[in-house]
């Protein structure tokens, strides 16, 4: 009885509005990210702007989780909107903290590889904005947004190697002469593999919510 009077009534889709929002602070944060590892003059208003969209995307996961406990009928289920938010919160809380490391360290010497992982965040930040608004019509839109999951996984697995690249690069560089700047950098190139990571946990987050309501 309870499950045909919530087929009646109407859901609140407002919900899609914040994933989308959220989104476009992950492009704003991951294109930041981009200019910061081009060091140079423009490196302090970069992380600024880092941090600046990563506040903003705070104020919209709390938003989103306020409105999970006041919503009576939600589009799809309540963990999986936690869930959704969350992790995406969590990512753009690891660009957050990627600049900080690199302003608690002092590092600048960003290399070629770091800068093309930070290509790769922003390729990834751009798919998951192009994916949320497919959710609005998940089951019509079920092989886009698997593909997206599929785009994601193969572009971690090129992050992957480029992490692997950039140690090896930094250890015969730096094994002799600056050992220092050995585990400075790779605590950076850890910080940005975990940015890429958080993408792969949200297309996972995606796919299963569309497993589960296709």
């Not at 996972?204 to 569309?210: H, K, L, Q, S, Y």
Request: glycine fraction near 6%.
């Amino acid at each position: 009885m309870l499950s045909w009077f919530q087929a009646l009534m109407p859901r609140e889709e407002g919900f899609f509005d914040l994933f989308e929002r959220h989104a476009e602070t992950l492009v704003g944060g991951a294109r930041a990210l981009r200019r910061m590892l081009d060091g140079g003059e423009g490196y302090l208003a970069c992380c600024q702007e880092i941090r600046r969209q990563e506040h903003a995307a705070d104020d919209i996961t709390r938003e989103a989780l306020l409105a999970v406990r006041r919503t009576f009928i939600t589009p799809f289920d309540r963990s999986d909107i936690r869930d959704l938010i969350t992790t995406m919160d969590d990512t753009i809380d690891q660009m957050h903290q990627t600049a900080k490391a690199t302003q608690l360290y002092e590092f600048q010497d960003f290399d070629a590889s770091m800068r093309r992982i930070g290509d790769i965040v922003v390729q990834s930040a751009e798919l998951t904005r192009g994916a949320m608004p497919l959710l609005r019509a998940m089951r019509q839109n079920a092989t886009k947004l698997n593909a997206f999951g599929e785009e994601i996984t193969r572009i971690e697995d090129e992050a992957d190697a480029l992490h692997d690249q950039g140690l090896k690069g930094l250890f015969r560089a730096h094994r002799q002469s600056d050992p220092m700047s050995f585990v400075v950098g790779s605590e950076i190139y850890g910080h940005l593999e975990k940015v890429v990571d958080g993408f792969e946990d949200i297309a996972n987050r995606v796919t299963a919510i569309v497993i589960e309501h296709s």
